[in-house]
């Protein structure tokens, strides 16, 4: 049995969260769009063709923010295509994904959708192809009320309000070889901050995020995020950050560890920031946005969805339709875990991505949508981890681990909500073999009541929720938990995940 200690003190926090953090990502790329949140004729679809069980879920999720629409696609994307009459739409070649986009759907009807599920818009605009004169024109049909050239076409175009979009990325991933318009770090960066300067010239109210590295894998990784920000500390808030985990030759002991990485990745990314802020001596913070993190079989894409052919540019092919295992969720939540750890400095955040595509959300055309076994911790992390992260002292039994070393068999964080009085604390456990046995003292947090002890675990650990099993895994009511004298223990099982509330 593996043994672990937890000492919680809601006087000692590590920051308020973010509700951002909470955010995801819809990128036109395989039936993310078509097909998935976007159906006209399926038996759920209202009356502008989104689907209601999809929205529903959405919903359940209590996703905040959502970048849109790329990702690799916006490195290509002309947003003008995507906006007025749909019959003049233009379709056009998605190098990015070998794809046809239709832009069917667009700037305004996503805005629509995004009314229907509660969460905010966050735009990127495309510095691969395009540049400072693009980004203006979208920002002015946008964020100007109306009188303008631009503006006035987007109330042609029915939308009366500005969408007044606060969040923008400046282009996407452009370290990455495989990015249209792939620069240099020192190219980027006074790409990003002409762009940067020449945006808030227009709403110095915005919130804009330079591209950090794709990975911390990246051979410029570090060199990257130190050019770029210096030439942009002074014109950005956020930079972004991107980390996709999978299992690696059946090594599932690394990849249950996976969160060590990004626990360094960020720190790294936080150290970096702050050195440029240091040597530039100025007085504001860069925090992170982790705009694209999960659990992502990238070999597969590379070896069985990828599509080629001068003449094969489907709509809406299959892509990244990765079905997610309790080990994949297991490792998802540690990677919640990790960025709730860090809510003093990652202050956004977007899961990639939502439905279809790398998602908790899987729909068949015609048929049901269904929860994949990551739906489960997202959903229950954004609805208990509210107020500030709370400085814990852990000390856990540890194991070796071919990628990272020695690593702890638990990992935990908790939360605390001085307006509400609730305390919630994630756990997981990454032995294959044992049980964990842990004990919380949350004597400093005085009375408690346990309201809840959620696990996801099976004997299993690669079984997954699909079209013909939907609900293969869910949640399950830890029954292991005892409450008495300050001090909770429970039991968590071999590869699993926990959510626990208090009151
Ligand atoms: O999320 C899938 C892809 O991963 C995104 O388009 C890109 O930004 C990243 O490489």
Redesign the pocket.
Known sequence: MVAARLTIDPNFSVGPIDRRLFGA?V?H?GRCVYDGLYEPGHVSADPEGFREDVIELVKEMGVSTIRYP?????SGFRWEDSVGPRGTRPRRLDL??HSTETNEVGLHEFSSWLNKVGSELMLAVNLGTRGVQAALDLLEYSNIPSGTALSDLRVTNGKRDAFGVKMWCLG??MD?P??LGHLSADDYGKVASQTAKAMRQLDPSLELVVCGS??AHMPTFGEWERVVLTHTYEDVDYISC?A?YEEKNGDLASFLASAVDMDRFIESVVATADHVKAVSGSGKTINISFD?W?V?Y?DRYQQVDRIEGIGNWPVAPRL?EDAYSVADAVVFGSLLISLLKHADRVTSASL??LVN??APIMTEPGGPAWRQTTFFPFALTSRLATGSTLEVTLTSDVHETVLYGTVNTVDAVATHDGETGRTAVFLVNRSQTEEARVTIDLFALGDVTLLDAQTLADEYVYAKNTLAEKDRVGLRLNESVCLGDGVISLTLPPVSWTALSLA
């Open positions: 990502f990128e790329l790329g990702g690799n696609f916006v990015a994904w996407n991933e990455g495989w990015q794709s990975s991107h996709y694209e999960n992502w990238i990244l990639a991505q595509v790398i």
